[in-house]
């Protein structure tokens, strides 16, 4: 039985050129787990928000979105408030109160809800969820990994239906992240609720899909099994770069074009390994870190402490960490460990009580006015809409050069050769507030550059993008480290780690407490590591990367002994 039907359905924006969806047509089954994936800017988030009617955008809407025979824009605001639940990309943005006993009663509160009533729905949600040891902390004493918990809590006290989720764990930590999904799951299993879930992780989420959308310029791709999207990917497009972002197990498949059947969880995957492997390589080999403590520090913190009140704990407890020029180290660690709060340090934004900071091997406190940020520092925070201040993309570019002092000849070529870098070209002209989190994301990230940094320290770059926007991304860094120019990046995507960092550094218990080269450094963990490292490490345990694993798998010609 389907409980939603979207057949011929079309949307365009206001004063947009071209359609952002574009005769989208699929059947969702009662109690169907739908994963939604496609490029950054594909018509994702719009579709999902087109479902949600008290988000629906304002734009030209053609075709019908049905919710158990009836249209959408029929429902009683009662029966669409009630009956489809919405969960953000960013968790701040969602609460509205300021305790989390509040945040759940909320909706309830809202609707009439008798008190009783809404003291036994909250009671059984937070108990659910597990809840009850923050049940009466304020809101914004929470990790992200709660916040994002009690966003869900508090739409399923609301006993929807249909479950719509936007990216809900493009903030959260390795471990956080799969403990939010398997709840998600869990709830699907135990309730029958239909999950529609827009991701860009889908190392997790793929294996528990019932059905997988792939979506491509507004247009459906694919609509099938995870294991039928996964094998036909590669046959509508050798080059697709969704490809990229697919499952470790997948994209081994694909890699190998192996003819059995397409594994999609790092169980199935150890098997194919297994039974496709030809030699050990070891690629640790040449691997030790080049950076030596006699190597010219771009950064330098020693035994750096900090907290934000003088009557709070400290959040840094003497950081020591050395970022030399010419290389992309790349920070891990969970949710509220200080992660962020090193990046506000390094950047002078937070002030710490002890320790030193020296940047390019000056103390920081002598960098007078805004020295520090003219052509030697530049900051891109977790949340990409803080540096807009103008009402289009370009405008914000041209204020940045125009502060540089260039002129219009040399603004006009610099805005155009960092937008084809970044494949920004079609939003120059856009409000950078309509883009999607992605879109802003590289937009923010093309602004950073244009101040011509040699420091360049970046708070969770990878949020919101997609596989090829990532490789883009991380082809700009390499041609950064090239020039000489360090990098210093806080991130949860181990997978762009993998492949993009010279060191890797677990943060935990406000310190660094351990910093290699990546094959040594992932080969060692055992959550923060890549899935492609936990499908090969019994048999070749210094891969960190499906195009590793594949290179034992395919063993130069040579068979194992």
Not at 231 to 255: D, Q
Request: hydrophobic share 35%.
């Amino acid at each position: 039985m389907e409980i939603l039907h979207i057949e011929n359905l079309n949307f365009r924006y206001p004063k947009a050129e071209k359609d952002t969806l574009h005769n989208v047509s699929l059947n969702i089954g009662q109690g169907d787990f739908t994963v939604i994936c496609g490029a950054t800017g594909c018509g994702k988030t719009t579709l999902l928000k087109l479902i949600k009617n008290e988000l629906s955008p304002a734009g030209e809407k053609s075709g019908e979105i049905l919710y158990n025979g009836k249209n959408i824009d029929s429902l009683r605001l009662r029966e669409s408030a009630c009956a489809i639940g919405f969960v953000g990309q960013n968790p701040d943005n969602q609460i509205v109160t300021d305790k989390v006993w509040h945040e759940l009663s909320f909706g309830l509160e809202n609707l009439g809800v008798p008190q009783n009533v809404i003291r036994r729905r909250v009671g059984e949600m937070a108990s659910y969820f597990g809840i009850q040891d923050w049940f009466r902390k304020k809101t914004d004493e929470l990790s992200g990994g709660q916040k994002q918990l009690l966003n869900l809590a508090s739409v399923m006290v609301m006993q929807p239906k249909v479950l719509i989720l936007d990216e809900p764990t493009s903030q959260l930590d390795p471990i956080a992240a799969a403990d939010f999904i398997a709840t998600l799951k869990k709830l699907n299993t135990e309730f029958g609720i239909t999950v529609l879930l827009v991701e860009h992780r889908l190392e997790d989420v793929f294996p528990i899909a019932d059905k997988v959308l792939l979506m491509e310029n507004g247009c459906v791709l694919l609509y099938d099994s995870p294991r039928v999207v996964g094998k036909n990917l590669k046959k509508i497009n050798p080059e697709h770069p969704m490809l990229k972002g697919l499952p470790s197990a997948v994209r081994l498949y694909n890699l190998l074009s192996s003819d059995e059947v397409c594994p999609l969880t790092v169980k199935e995957g150890q098997e194919f390994f297994r039974r496709n492997f030809k030699r050990n390589i070891d690629f640790s080999d040449g691997d030790k870190s080049e950076f030596s403590d006699k190597s010219d520090a771009a950064i330098e913190l020693k035994n750096v402490w900090f907290r934000y009140e003088r009557d709070l704990p400290d959040v840094l407890r003497g950081v020591n960490l050395k970022a030399v020029r010419g290389e992309i180290f790349c920070i891990l660690g969970g949710n509220g460990t200080g992660k962020t709060t090193t990046l506000n340090v390094i950047s002078g934004l937070n002030k710490p009580y002890r320790g030193k900071i020296k940047i390019d091997g000056k103390k920081i406190k002598d960098y007078k006015g805004n020295s520090l940020y003219r052509k030697k520092l530049a900051y891109l925070p977790q949340n990409p809409q803080t540096v807009f201040l103008k009402d289009t993309v370009s405008g914000d570019l041209e204020e940045m050069l125009k502060a540089m002092e260039y002129k219009k000849e040399e603004r006009e070529e610099k805005i155009r050769d960092i937008s084809e870098k970044l494949g920004i070209t079609d939003l120059l002209t856009k409000h950078p507030y309509d883009l999607s989190g992605g879109e802003q994301q590289k937009c923010a990230l093309a602004k950073m550059l244009l101040s011509e940094p040699t420091i360049l320290l970046l708070d969770e770059p990878t949020k919101g993008l997609d596989a090829f926007s990532k490789s883009s991304l991380l082809a700009v860094l390499k041609k950064l480290k090239s020039d000489g120019i360090t990098v210093v990046m806080v991130t949860h995507d181990v997978e762009f780690a993998a492949v993009g960092a010279d060191r890797c550094a677990l943060f935990f218990d406000g310190e660094i407490i351990s910093s290699d080269a990546p094959n040594s450094f992932f080969a060692e963990n055992n959550f923060y590591t890549t899935a492609a490292n936990r499908i090969a490490r019994p048999l070749c345990p210094t891969a960190i990367t499906s195009e590793e694993a594949a290179l034992c798998c395919r063993g130069n010609g040579e068979d194992n002994g």
